[in-house]
């Protein structure tokens, strides 16, 4: 487990690992671009449809997320967090009027982790 709790999203990972990570193709990154828009490398997206991608690995549900590596020291740790697309910049462990989101919960208590508190 991480020697760091400040975030318990780093003890967790499994909306990384159980969620399908799907959004609009123009999030991806190209080599025509030249603009300074952050966007998520290509080579770790899957095309589904001509207008939706979705992250390597969460094709299913089945895999967690291509971009999530974990270690002893670190725990669980996004490699292209200033990339990451839009549903992964939207999920937090919190709503916006500060109860818990249900599905982060029921994720962390399916993977035998506890409730994050709420302050």
């Known amino acids: 487990m991480s ?12 909306c990384c690992q159980k969620l399908r990570v799907s959004f609009y193709h123009g999030e991806i990154a190209s080599e025509q671009e030249n603009d300074s828009t952050i966007k998520v490398p290509p080579e770790l997206t899957v095309q589904l449809t001509p207008h939706l991608a979705c992250m390597r690995g969460t094709e299913t549900g089945k895999q967690g997320c291509v971009a999530l590596s974990h270690d002893a020291e670190q725990g669980y740790r996004c490699t292209i967090y200033d990339q990451r697309p839009s549903p992964c910049r939207a999920f937090n462990i919190f709503e916006e009027d500060g109860s818990l989101n ?9 993977a035998g982790l506890s409730s994050v508190p709420t302050e």
């Open 102 to 110: 249900p599905l982060c919960d029921k994720l962390r208590k399916a």
């Open 3 to 14: 020697t760091d709790t400040s975030n318990p999203c780093f003890e967790c990972g499994q």
